[in-house]
């Protein structure tokens, strides 16, 4: 190999590298902006969404690309619903009056605009989209139905309307909270009757709102990330005992109020170093509310 040809193989992956980088800078300042709207859920749902979304995916044995665009279609499925008033933020859509459903039916078309203005997302603009078309071709906004909606979209759909049953509330006090408990199988006790409600009537719109294929797929993931808790412990942990796999119990910001890590979510390395800066600048507290077994 000359040396040209080598010179030019490390600036196409340094290129690379940084186009990679771009793409995730621009996620993560969306993501940022979205969670700003989400005052009336328990969590984080857009990280909810794009978490489920990546998994479904994974578990449909999907290429990395097609992963990677439908959670990050997940990720920031509302995006275009930054700026709305909160009416259209916390009601559902049978809660709606004429007026604040046609602003509501909007947020696809301006998510869609906004994600196009970065080329590569131009793939995860369609998804973001499409997920609010329904199977039955019932949906918004072109009324697309069963293959003809993206597979991203229909499995965004589900997991938006299961994550939206389960854990948001106008009345923030009323959502159950694992971080009052002491141990994980309380709260799951606790939730499961809802729990088992909402998976019964996403059962219930196979064929009509959701794909009955990925119905199936998603109960059975749904059911086994809460099973993965049952054992599990509420305790506080110094921020240098925090391990990745352990789960966060509440959700902590930054002193300028930016989600860092979300309740539910599984501790990641990137996230850990988020955490130690907020900790040095005293943002957040050094004992962090964890969902761990006995042995951590």
Do not use: W
């Not at 389960?166 to 009345?171: E, L, V, Y």
């Not at 909270?177 to 729990?195: G, H, P």
Request: net charge negative.
């Amino acid at each position: 190999m000359s040396n040209n040809t080598k010179e030019l193989e490390e600036i196409i992956e340094k290129l690379g590298y940084q186009l990679a980088n771009n793409i995730f800078d621009t996620i993560k300042t969306l993501q940022f902006s979205l969670d700003l709207t989400e005052r009336f859920y328990e969590n984080s749902h857009s990280r909810y969404v794009g978490d489920m979304s990546g998994k479904m995916a994974k578990l449909m044995n999907l290429n990395e690309e097609e992963t990677f665009e439908i959670g990050t279609a997940g990720l920031l499925h509302d995006i275009g619903k930054i700026g709305f008033r909160d009416t259209a933020l916390f009601k559902t859509l049978p809660e709606m009056n004429s007026r604040e459903m046609k602003q509501y039916k909007l947020h696809v078309d301006i998510g869609r605009e906004m994600l196009y203005n970065h080329k590569a997302l131009h793939g995860v603009a369609d998804i973001v989209y499409e997920h609010h078309e329904n199977f039955d071709g019932t949906g918004f906004p072109e009324k697309k139905q069963k293959n003809q909606i993206k597979i991203g979209a229909r499995i965004i759909n589900i997991i938006d309307f299961y994550h939206n049953a389960m854990h948001k509330s106008m009345k923030l006090n009323s959502i159950s909270d694992i971080s009052q408990k002491s141990n994980a199988m309380d709260y799951l006790q606790e939730t499961q009757r809802k729990f088992e409600s909402v998976l019964e009537h996403i059962d219930d719109q196979k064929n009509i709102k959701f794909d009955p294929e990925l119905v199936h797929l998603f109960i059975k993931l749904a059911e086994s990330e809460r099973k993965k808790i049952e054992g599990f412990l509420v305790k506080r942990i110094h921020i240098a005992n925090v391990k990745p796999g352990m789960i966060f119990a509440e959700s902590y910001y930054s002193s300028s109020g930016l989600l860092i890590a979300n309740k539910g979510e599984v501790v990641a390395n990137d996230t850990l170093k988020a955490l130690f800066r907020c900790v040095e600048s005293d943002q957040i507290p050094q004992k962090l509310l964890m969902l761990a077994d006995n042995n951590d």
